[in-house]
């Protein structure tokens, strides 16, 4: 199988920034076309922040966190990063991280096009 692990959340002031990472293993990591990050609070639906192709790095970010979210990988490592800036109070939520399998245009951010899934990292950001 694939495991997804997440790392790297906490509790941050508004402003500040965080790097989150997503390292994944296992036999069927071959498979792995692309990794995106999601984030779920309570109460709300899960929504990505970013998703990329881990062959030629492209890469999609919805423009709600387009200007403060950015994601990155290392292919040695087979670690994907999300690098968080200026946060929000309201991006408070855990984060996930989700690799998949698929080539489209663009790398996909609905999260039924992703197979394997970590269990999530909190993110904590005060006012």
């Known amino acids: 199988q694939l495991q997804v692990v997440e790392s790297g959340g906490g509790l941050v002031q508004a402003g500040g920034s965080l790097r989150l990472s997503c390292a994944f293993s296992g036999f069927r990591i071959k498979e792995i076309s692309l990794i995106a990050w999601f984030r779920q609070a309570p109460g709300k639906e899960r929504e990505a922040v970013s998703a990329i192709y881990f062959g030629d790095g492209s890469t999609n970010t919805p423009r709600s966190v387009e200007n403060r979210f950015t994601i990155s990988k290392d292919n040695a490592k087979n670690t994907v990063y999300l690098q968080m800036n200026n946060l929000k109070p309201e991006d408070t939520a855990k984060y996930l991280c989700?690799?998949?399998?698929?080539?489209?245009?663009?790398?996909?951010?609905?999260?039924?096009?992703?197979?394997?899934w970590g269990q999530g990292t909190q993110v904590t950001v005060s006012s």
């Open positions: 989700a690799a998949g399998r698929g080539i489209w245009e663009m790398p996909p951010l609905e999260d039924w096009e992703y197979d394997w």
